[in-house]
């Protein structure tokens, strides 16, 4: 039997990140280095990562989406992101995971990245 408990209605269900840990500008700098090759927008400023976490030995998980399930770089792009952020030094280790939940929209696009692709 699952007694993990399920989610209060309106609670995110990906826990927040850990914006406090020395390396979380550099680790999100590099997310910002990503693009999908068929958008102009970083794949930060587009709200495709949820969450970025680093655990006291330095260790970064990383949770993030795709605007489809149907993208073509869908099994590319969490290698991409494990490319930019592991030479950040101190960085011990990376960990990308792709998930689906919640189901990315484009109300989580940055307002520079409405900006960016003309809808503000």
Not at 67 to 94: F, H, L, N, S, Y
């Amino acid at each position: 039997m699952n007694n993990v408990p399920e989610p209060l209605e309106g609670a995110p269900l990906i826990a927040p990140s850990t914006t406090d840990h020395p390396l979380y500008e550099q680790v999100v700098e590099a997310c910002r280095s990503v693009y999908d090759p068929e958008i102009p927008v970083n794949i930060y400023e587009l709200g495709l990562i949820y969450t970025i976490d680093i655990n006291p030995e330095n260790a970064v998980a990383i949770k993030m989406s795709l605007t489809a399930p149907g993208c073509p770089v869908a099994g590319e792009m969490p290698g991409w992101v494990a490319d930019a952020v592991e030479p950040i030094p101190g960085i011990k280790q990376v960990d990308v995971e792709l998930v689906w939940e919640p189901p990315w929209g484009m109300d989580m696009m940055s307002d520079e990245a409405r900006l960016e692709l003309g809808f503000m």
